[in-house]
């Protein structure tokens, strides 16, 4: 079982001409985990779930699971329709997997008391351990700190994804010790780590894998000078990233990479020309781990 440290990557899924580009997905996963990536987190909005079916989805779970190990998987799973959403819940716990990544139902804005009863009904029904996904900006409902602090309480229920935007709800979660609590805005990766949290899940590790993993381990050694200045060689492509709508930028840079189509599902569109000249120039900053491979090796020769 995984204990969820390490920076997990929110993994885009590649598309190519309407349909999943399975090969580019082999390729992705593959380089992800040998840049040391703790796991993979698949459709979740990152890898724009909402415009997958059910079908999809769990083609790409299973696509995913022939070259990650299950212990380094993590599964989205979202919806407003309880019964639906259980049902879709046991069809994936039928795979091996480290977790299932569950945000509040999105829309409805139920009460916090029906909050807590979605959470106790969705983590009652789990095979495997939930990290519970708290974004009030994308499910259009605050989960208040109290009311959160009472929801981790249950045993299935093992870490938190922090997108809540709350300081002293994410020290409050980690002082309590009643789950582990990982990053979700990747602009918080350094300063969450210093308070306490086990690692994060980020869409912008997609690039320079390498360096996020790094820094995440200078974290854990007490390293915090060290890690500061990676966190600051990445936080321009981290600002850039998040420019406008995710994955659009995310994938325009796996595509100057040459790792993936430059193709989202409508109504999500490519990034601008704009950011992609502005991102061209932050990449061409941050460098590429082969460069540095390279100058590793002309410096020991």
């Known amino acids: ?62 696509a995913v699971l022939q070259w990650a190990p299950p212990p380094q998987v993590i599964m989205g799973l979202c919806g407003n329709n309880l019964r639906e959403l ?41 095979t495997v ?18 009311t959160l602090r009472r929801i981790v309480r249950h045993p299935r229920i093992a870490a938190v994804k922090d997108c809540g ?3 002293e709800t994410t020290m409050a979660l980690i002082a309590d010790g009643n789950v582990a609590v990982l990053a979700g805005e990747d602009m918080q990766i350094f300063s969450s780590g210093c308070l306490g949290a086990v690692g994060a899940i980020s869409a912008s590790a997609h690039i320079r894998a390498d360096l996020f993993v790094a820094m995440h381990r200078l974290l854990e050694q007490g390293d915090l000078v060290a890690a500061r200045q990676l966190f600051y060689r990445l936080l321009p492509w981290i600002q850039v990233a998040f420019s406008e709508p995710n994955p ?47 100058a590793i090796d002309l410096k020991s020769a």
């Open 165 to 167: 935007g709350d300081p």
């Open 248 to 294: 659009a930028v995310i994938k325009a840079a796996l595509t100057l990479e040459g790792l993936v189509a430059d193709e989202l599902r409508e109504p999500m569109q490519p990034c601008s020309q704009v950011t992609q000249r502005l991102m061209q120039g932050v990449l061409a900053e941050l460098g590429s781990r082969a460069e540095e491979v390279v």
């Open 1 to 62: 079982m995984s204990d969820f440290r390490g920076i997990w990557v929110a993994l885009v899924t590649p598309f190519r001409e309407g349909e999943v580009d399975f090969v580019a997905l082999q390729g992705l996963v593959e380089r992800l985990l040998a840049d040391g990536v703790a796991g993979l987190v698949v459709c979740g909005s990152t890898g724009e779930a909402a415009a997958l079916s059910e079908q999809e989805q769990l083609a790409v779970l299973d």
């Open 129 to 146: 351990p939930l990290v519970l996904y708290d974004i009030p900006y994308r499910t259009g409902v605050r989960i208040e700190r109290e």
């Open 86 to 126: 259980l049902a879709f819940q046991q069809a994936i716990q039928q795979r091996p997997l480290a977790g299932l990544l569950v945000p509040a139902p999105y829309y409805i804005r139920p009460s916090q008391s029906g909050l807590e009863a979605f959470f106790q009904t969705v983590a009652d029904a789990a």
